[in-house]
Structures are given as structure tokens and as C-alpha cells.
């Protein structure tokens, strides 16, 4: 069982604040949402983690933000969305007389207007259209933002007559929109493109439980008790480079509840009330791009629900209804199975009727919110760490077991937080020479336990001779370090047209030593040591 590293309290507690109840981590900084419902005066914090703690250090745009407005948030880099998906855009009703709630999202961009203060560069909607609810979910992942105007209504050459109004169109079609930072000239966050069902019907919800992950978009089609299909979008697989349906996934019969990816693994999650059991699924993608069901789990979890978060080799899931309020798993790098590892819970004399309102996951760090009624629904912020921050222990060999004569060398800087990878492969099969040796060099910085890193190619070399080379960039990776033997690398490298994942262990069996005890690397070396 993992407790609770950290404790997080609103700065000034109000009654039904339901502080935490926006969540999201992005390395070492963190937003937390509070207010905007019945207790008014809705606030976004940031926090910042230095030597091992989250602090506050800076409240985001009190003033252009609705004392009632509610929504999702989002936070990547230097980008962060905040949503108003109850905002009332437009005078506007729609043909059966339901008005406002067009919405609209907030985009911030750090160090715009002086350095770390946090400026609105953008607003943006979908034509504030009524009852569309714009922002009901939100997705940022670098310069693509996703956004779903889930209950949108579908006006033009409908064919169903809708309450007798003698006004035909269909009700809660949904519709998802897709900006570009850069589209329409720099820092514009132009519109690139607008996705819907593609055989319309009322209540489809298109763009329920939205998710962006690298070049992977997902979504569910239904209300959340009668979803059948989980569809998936990927970039570049639609008609001149955009984005395409490229699978759907068969849900059981019983009620939705969430799903989440890396971009390599989908966690479906979904309750029976038949059985009353939460079943969980994780599907894994294949060497030819498709997903496939590896694994399954069912819970008795009282009634209520799992909400997972993926992050490189490790899932989170909010738990509901549950004498604790989540749970962890980890991906064996030998087996490359998932397992159940660790709950995360809290002391049940603290809270004892507390409710789990949001959860978020990066880095090997997590927060769990919670409001009860024992503190008028304030709400608290628990933040757990679950895995071991990137140090110098890591240094050394990593390999995955299944690919014989392929590894990664990885040196780490603690000073500048900075990670370098070579990685030791071979050629792809569709190579000019397949099956030759083959490497790559990656750089990059790394916050908790994930190094994001450019990945680069160098040519033109000769073998034990001097000259010049040229090095360019090919691609990215990342890699997560689960714990101090293990980790998870994945890569996607644009001049080769291919991506993909693998797990990473030791070398040196027992090597993990230095990583677990940091203290051990002091002084000056004297000799080979694990330095």
C-alpha cells in the first residue's frame, strides 16, 4: 500500500470549494482546479515541485475566468487550457428552444507577458453553437489540441424530426475540433479540422471521454450506459495527411466508464450492473499498428467505478465507491504482463465518507482529489510518488530480453535534470541493408521518473577515423524508469515511418543498487565504482 507523500490544501478553504476538482501533472508542474459550482469564484492554481514538495506560485487569470464557469483543464510544456464548457456563447437556441451553454477554451502560454507569468493567447469555440457544451472535454498534447463539443446538435439534412417542432435535426450528435498551434501563422491556434460520427444519430455523445495521446486520438460513441464502440483516430490516416478513423473497438455490454492511452497501450475501463463488477482491459499495439486485448481484470468495487491514466509502463485508476480510492500497476519488463502492484489509499479515520474526484498521473507521480462532507466539501489534493525520480543510479546498460544484440546506454546529468541515450540497434526489414547494426543517439531533459528526448541519427563517418558527420534529428523518444531495474522506452522515429514500444532491464543484474541508495555516490572516485 502506497500512503500519501503530500498533503495539498486550497490557501483559503471555502465550503463546497470541491478543491481538486480540475486536475492535471505535467513534470514538475502541476494545476489544480477549485470553485466555479455552488460555492462560486472558480480559481486555477499552479504548483511547482521543487526538492521533493508541490508549492503554490501562481493563480491563472482570476479575472477573465467566470465566477460560475466549469470545465476541464490541460497542461502541456508551456501550454495550458482551461474550459468553459457552460459558458453561454450566444443569444441563440436551438430548434427545440434549449439555450446558451455554447462554450469556449482559454488557451495560456507561459512566459507570455513577462517570465512565468502565465497569458491568454487565444480563445477559442466551435461557432458558439447553443447547448454544444465546447470544452466538455479537452486534450493537449504539444502544438494539437483536441476539444469535444460533445452533445453539439446536427442541423443541416437531418432526416429525423426532433419533439415536434416540425425543425428537423438530431440531438446530441457531438462533434470533436482539432486546432494547430501554428495553423493561420504563428501562435495562431488555428483550426485544422472537425470530426463527427459518420452515420449520426441522436445521443452518440461523439467525442465522450476524449483522449490525445502523440498521434492517437480516441473517444467513445454513446450516452455512458449504452456504449458499444471505442473509436480511434490517428494522424496522417484520412485523406491529405489528416486525421483518420483507423479501428474501433468492441466494448462489453454493460456501462462505459473510461479509457486512456500512451499512444501504445488503451485501458478500457467498464462496470456491469449485472454482475456488479468493474472489469478492466488493457490492449497493446501489434507490430502491424492494431490493438489487441492482452489482458483482463474484474473488481468488485461496491457499486462504483475505475477511471484509469496511462504513463509509460505504469496505470493509475481512480476508484469509486471503494474502501480506497485507487489503484496501481506496473508493467513486468520480463513477462510483459500488467500487475495490480500497489493501492493508493488514505488514513480511513481521516476522511471516512470522502469522495474520489480526480485523479492525474505523469513522471511517476500522482494526485488523488478528494471532498467530504466531514470538511463541508472543501476538498484535498493527495499527491503519492510512484515511482523513483531519474538519478545518477540509472546511469548505465538496459536491454530488452526479447531482442537479442539491442540495448541502451544511458548517462545522466542531475545538475541540468538531462539524459543522454545511445540506443544500439538494427536496420528495419524494408532497409537498403536489412539486418545491419544500427544506432541512435538521444538527448533530452527529464522531470520524475520520464526523460523526453530528441532522437538523432548521425552519418558519414569512418570507422576509427577522424571527419566530420552530420547529425540530425529523426524522431523522439521517451523513457520512464518504473523503478531502479526497470523501465520502458518508446520511440517514434518520422524518417523510417515507424513507432512503438519496449520494455528495458538491467544489464548488470544487482546494478540498481546505486539507485536505490543515492546517498552511496559521494566524495570523488577512486577507481571504477558505480559513478
Not at 538527448?443 to 570507422?463: D, I, M, R
Amino acid at each position: 500500500v502506497i500512503l500519501s507523500t503530500q498533503t495539498i490544501k486550497a490557501g483559503s478553504p471555502a465550503a463546497l470549494d470541491y478543491f481538486g476538482r480540475e486536475l492535471t501533472i505535467d513534470g514538475d508542474t502541476a494545476v489544480i482546479g477549485a470553485g466555479g459550482y455552488e460555492s462560486g469564484g472558480r480559481r486555477v492554481s499552479l504548483l511547482k515541485r521543487e526538492a521533493g514538495q508541490w508549492t503554490f506560485f501562481k493563480s491563472v487569470a482570476s479575472e477573465i475566468l467566470a465566477e460560475d464557469g466549469r470545465g476541464p483543464v490541460a497542461l502541456d510544456d508551456d501550454i495550458l487550457l482551461i474550459s468553459e464548457s457552460n459558458h453561454d456563447g450566444t443569444d441563440e437556441c436551438n430548434p427545440d428552444g434549449a439555450c446558451g451553454r455554447s462554450g469556449q477554451v482559454f488557451v495560456f502560454e507561459r512566459n507570455l507577458g513577462g517570465e512565468e507569468n502565465w497569458g491568454l493567447r487565444a480563445t477559442l469555440n466551435g461557432g458558439h453553437k447553443p447547448t454544444a457544451a465546447f470544452g466538455s472535454h479537452v486534450q493537449l498534447d504539444g502544438d494539437t489540441v483536441a476539444i469535444a463539443a460533445y452533445s453539439e446538435d446536427l442541423d443541416e439534412g437531418s432526416p429525423t424530426v426532433h419533439s415536434g417542432t416540425g425543425v428537423q435535426y438530431i440531438e446530441n450528435v457531438g462533434a470533436v475540433y482539432i486546432f494547430e498551434r501554428n495553423e493561420g501563422g504563428e501562435n495562431q491556434w488555428g483550426l485544422v479540422q472537425r470530426l463527427t460520427a459518420s452515420d449520426p444519430v441522436a445521443n452518440t455523445f461523439f467525442g465522450y471521454k476524449l483522449v490525445l495521446a502523440d498521434d492517437l486520438l480516441m473517444m467513445a460513441l454513446g450516452d455512458g450506459f449504452t456504449h458499444a464502440e471505442l473509436v480511434i483516430y490517428q494522424r496522417g490516416a484520412g485523406v491529405e495527411g489528416s486525421w483518420g478513423l483507423i479501428q474501433e473497438l468492441d466494448l462489453p455490454i454493460s456501462r462505459f466508464t473510461n479509457a486512456a492511452t500512451d499512444g501504445n497501450t488503451i485501458v478500457v475501463t467498464t462496470y456491469s450492473d449485472a454482475t456488479e463488477l468493474s472489469l478492466f482491459q488493457f490492449f497493446e499495439r501489434g507490430d502491424s499498428g492494431v490493438f489487441e486485448l492482452v489482458q483482463s481484470f474484474e473488481f468488485d468495487t461496491g457499486g462504483g467505478s475505475l477511471y484509469p491514466f496511462v504513463d509509460q509502463g505504469l496505470v493509475t485508476a481512480r476508484a469509486l465507491d471503494e474502501p480506497f480510492k485507487g489503484r496501481l500497476f506496473a508493467k513486468n519488463s520480463e513477462t510483459g504482463l500488467w500487475n495490480q502492484v500497489a493501492l493508493l489509499r488514505l488514513d480511513a479515520s481521516q476522511f471516512p465518507e470522502d469522495h474520489a474526484r480526480a485523479l492525474a498521473l505523469d513522471s511517476g507521480r500522482s494526485m488523488l482529489a478528494f471532498s467530504s462532507s466531514e470538511n463541508s466539501n472543501e476538498g484535498d489534493v493527495f499527491a503519492f510518488d510512484l515511482a523513483p525520480e531519474t538519478n545518477a543510479g540509472h546511469m548505465g546498460g538496459w536491454y530488452n530480453s526479447t531482442t537479442p544484440g539491442q540495448g541502451v546506454l544511458v548517462d545522466v546529468d542531475e545538475a541540468h535534470d538531462f539524459l543522454f541515450g545511445a540506443w544500439f540497434t538494427y536496420t528495419t526489414a524494408s532497409s537498403d541493408h536489412p539486418q545491419q547494426q544500427h544506432w541512435f543517439t538521444a538527448q533530452g531533459n527529464y522531470a520524475g521518473n520520464k526523460s523526453e528526448l530528441t532522437l538523432y541519427e548521425s552519418l558519414g563517418g569512418q570507422f576509427d577515423a577522424s571527419g566530420e558527420v552530420e547529425t540530425l534529428p529523426v524522431g523522439t523518444a521517451t523513457i520512464s524508469f518504473t523503478d531502479c531495474a526497470s523501465g520502458v522506452m518508446t520511440y517514434r522515429i518520422d524518417t523510417l515511418g515507424v513507432r512503438g514500444a519496449f520494455p528495458l532491464v538491467r544489464l548488470l543484474p544487482g546494478s540498481e543498487t546505486t539507485c536505490e541508495n543515492r546517498d552511496s555516490i559521494q566524495g570523488g572516485p577512486f577507481g571504477i565504482n558505480p559513478g
